[in-house]
């Protein structure tokens, strides 16, 4: 029965899986496994076979079965594994790391990731099958597997799944009630006096109750909000990393609404919401200056400075946020007044960003009120990049900027003419076929970052993601001698309804996040562009003898998101796609001299995890024996218990002091002197109420360990080793186990 239940508790911690790893045959496999494994420990038990021999039979039929599963090309009989079998783990466990560390939840496994689940959950059967069958602790398995069924559930927050958690519920209950029951029957067989029931239908009651407030009442509850940082195009999130550290979060799978947008301007337009001045090289740093308070309903920000010469248009912006939690208020640029948002804002005038030290996002409605300026193309042309009053972090670089970095950057701009011709070369190379958009890429390359390393490998392999694109191009813009910084916010929603009074509402979702970089013109400000392949829409101003007057599409003003915009799911069907430059593969063969750091790495964490038994046993056997030398006799036999249980002797709780002592003189060869002198201590002291006496403590440690030696030398070499390995006495405690039963003749 205790098997059964394991079996089912084991499955529906399973079930919640599903929402990360999409079944398949793999489910099949670990179902095989795991029954292979429970049914090798019942056989041995039901066959009264010690304990460890379980676990040993259990530990093959694994091995085994994997191999009949995974490895029958090189396996002897298509079951026995051979040498070239276990030299196929390290690819197959290679493999799997590489699955989860690119994939997008639910993912389809292959052989690798479906070869470590298996292995798993096989593996989770053995050891669980020894917690509850030989230690007879089922409340500590259960607190294992509740773990296991939580995790996918932490990796990707969703609704609870009903199902799965009854089932848990009712096979860990079913374990708990089995358990009780099969101790109360053998405490009943040494004492036959009428049991009642009142104890079980209570218990019952109990967890009947508590599996339906779990079930119903929990999601009644308030709700708190997701908080996750995310960034970038692609994410699950609803708040803003403004670290550019974006590369997991836009490979969640997840996709909420942000945000909706409401605008007097001809289109949605970007949002930003923090901007990033200051690079040393491996890291952007979020703006931080001088704050003003957002007034109630009066201008945060001056009117933009341009020049007369340069139009503007004023437009109004109404932002309604949904699933944003973040300090960050996305506005778009350049905002002259916020009204409407609840609690304590500050406006950056450096920037023309609103941030809060207390409050949230959540749940705000605001009207921003900008200011954009709109030159033409000849006008943009004529003005000269920077400015005398700019702060120099936003030109600096580090001094080792590798040389692929200046070198194409002034390649690429050869023939510009205007700084604005040299930078809208710049976007359009990006742009090009030579680049693909890519959340793979980075880290099969090992550049997933926006440090000066990363931009050198990005400008070699040619592939990534919007922080990416943004970090080269004001890298670049630099060496150009041009000052530029990078801006989190939002991509443009898509449009939710048809056009009226107050313009047409947009919907944001927190997979438009998203980095883009800009530069500073003298006489208009700062000026936005989208090298980030295949996405947005490029800075493009407009001739004004094309259209009679001012008429600029820069992205933060006439942007959106194409339908052909890479999707996460999209962007996961490209990997595998080498790039486009014959310089990303060189980059990314040299960093295959590292690949036997994981390999070692494993195997140290396999050798350090077989160790700790023996050292844990030592540790506790050295304090018990410390505690016997200071006069604690009840130490001294617990010590001498524990060995015995190591050494595979039975130490029942129903067997007296003064009975186990005979047993071990009679049966196991040990010195009646040591063995008597231990009871007698412990007697006198558990009966007689005696206190310990130190000075006998020596000759009560030295007892013990006489009796240690000989009960060692009555056991046979694999039985000591397997005492020292694997001590039994660290899950079976002495007094765990049942005694046997001994049957009257009729």
Do not use: K
Not at 236 to 259: A, F, H, M, S, Y
Not at 363 to 385: C, F, G, K, S, W
Not at 613 to 624: G, W
């Amino acid at each position: 029965m205790l098997t059964l239940g394991l079996f089912a508790a084991i499955v529906s911690a399973m079930l919640p899986v599903f929402s990360v790893i999409a079944p398949g045959p793999w489910v099949a496999g670990a179902v095989v496994v795991t029954a292979g494994v429970l049914g090798a420990g019942l056989l041995v038990r039901i066959a009264r076979l010690p304990a460890i021999l379980a676990s040993a039979i259990e530990l093959g039929v694994w091995v085994v079965l994997l191999t009949a599963i995974f490895g029958r090309t090189t396996a002897l009989l298509g079951l026995i594994p051979t040498p070239a079998t276990f030299a196929s783990v390290p690819g197959l466990l290679s493999g799997a790391s590489e699955e989860i560390r690119l994939g997008v939840a639910p993912v389809e496994p292959a052989v690798g990731l479906a070869f470590l689940l298996v292995g798993a959950i096989g593996g989770l059967a053995l050891v669980l099958d020894h917690v509850v069958l030989t230690a007879r602790m089922p409340l500590l398995a259960g607190v294992g597997l509740v773990a296991v069924s939580l995790i996918p559930t932490i990796a990707i927050p969703s609704d609870v799944d009903i199902v799965a958690f009854v089932l848990l519920a009712a096979s860990l209950l079913f374990l708990l009630r089995v358990d009780t029951r099969a101790r109360a029957i053998a405490v009943s067989d040494r004492d036959p006096a009428p049991r009642r029931l009142g104890a079980s239908s209570t218990a019952l009651g109990v967890a009947a109750v508590a599996v339906i407030v779990a079930v119903v009442a929990t999601p009644l509850l308030p709700q708190p909000g997701l908080r996750f940082a995310t960034g970038g195009t692609g994410g699950i999130g609803t708040t803003i990393n403004p670290n550019l550290e974006l590369g997991n979060d836009l490979r969640q799978p997840r996709e909420v609404d942000v945000l909706t947008v409401r605008t007097t301007g001809p289109t949605a337009p970007y949002l930003r919401a923090v901007t990033l001045s200051r690079f040393d090289g491996a890291v952007w740093q979020p703006d931080s200056s001088d704050t003003v308070p957002v007034p109630s309903d009066g201008p945060v920000f001056d009117r933009v400075g341009v020049d007369q010469d340069i139009a503007l248009a004023d437009w109004s912006t109404t932002v309604t946020v949904d699933q944003l939690d973040s300090p960050w208020l996305p506005v778009p640029y350049p905002a002259s007044t916020v009204t409407g948002l609840s609690g304590d804002w500050l406006g950056m005038p450096q920037n023309r960003t609103v941030v809060t030290r207390a409050g949230s996002t959540r749940d705000q409605v605001y009207e921003v009120q900008a200011n954009v300026p709109r030159p033409t193309l000849e006008q943009i042309r004529a003005r000269q990049v920077g400015s005398p009053d700019l702060d120099p972090a936003l030109t600096s670089l580090p001094p080792d900027v590798p040389a692929i970095i200046g070198d194409t950057a002034r390649q690429v701009t050869a023939g510009a003419s205007t700084s604005y011709d040299a930078l809208i070369d710049l976007q359009t190379w990006f742009r090009s076929s030579a680049f693909r958009y890519s959340l793979d890429a980075p880290v099969e390359a090992g550049f997933d970052g926006a440090g000066m390393d990363a931009v050198a490998d990005f400008l070699q392999v040619r592939a990534g993601y919007c922080v990416h694109y943004a970090s080269a191009f004001a890298v670049m813009a630099r060496s150009l001698g041009m000052p530029s910084r990078i801006v989190i916010g939002y991509l443009p929603g898509t449009a939710s309804s048809i056009p009226q009074q107050g313009g047409i509402e947009y919907t944001v979702t927190s997979s438009q996040l998203h980095a883009w970089p800009e530069v500073y013109f003298q006489g208009i400000g700062w000026v936005p562009f989208e090298p980030t392949n295949s996405l947005g829409v490029p800075t493009n101003f407009a001739s004004s003898s094309t259209t009679g007057g001012a008429a600029p599409t820069t992205p933060e003003e006439d942007a959106a998101v194409p339908s052909t915009a890479p999707s996460p799911a999209a962007s996961s069907a490209d990997r595998g796609d080498t790039g486009a430059v014959e310089a990303g593969g060189a980059g990314v063969a040299a960093r295959t001299g590292t690949a036997w750091i994981p390999s070692v790495v494993i195997a140290l964490a396999l050798l350090l995890l077989a160790a700790a038994p023996s050292v844990v046993r030592t540790v506790v056997r050295r304090r018990r024996l410390a505690a016997a030398r200071a006069g604690d006799p009840v130490a001294a036999w617990t010590a001498m218990r524990e060995d015995a249980v190591d050494l595979g002797i039975p130490s029942p709780a129903s067997v007296s002091p003064r009975a186990y002592a005979t047993q071990l003189v009679d049966e196991h060869g040990v010195d009646a002197d040591d063995v008597d002198l231990l009871r007698a201590a412990l007697e006198e002291v558990s009966y007689a109420g005696t206190e310990p006496d130190a000075a006998a403590g020596p000759a009560l440690a030295d007892a013990v360990e006489r009796i240690r030696t000989q009960l060692a030398s009555g056991a046979s070499r694999t039985r000591r080793l397997v005492a020292r390995i694997a001590p039994r006495s660290l899950l079976v405690r002495p007094g765990a186990e049942a005694p046997e039963r001994e049957t009257t003749p009729v």
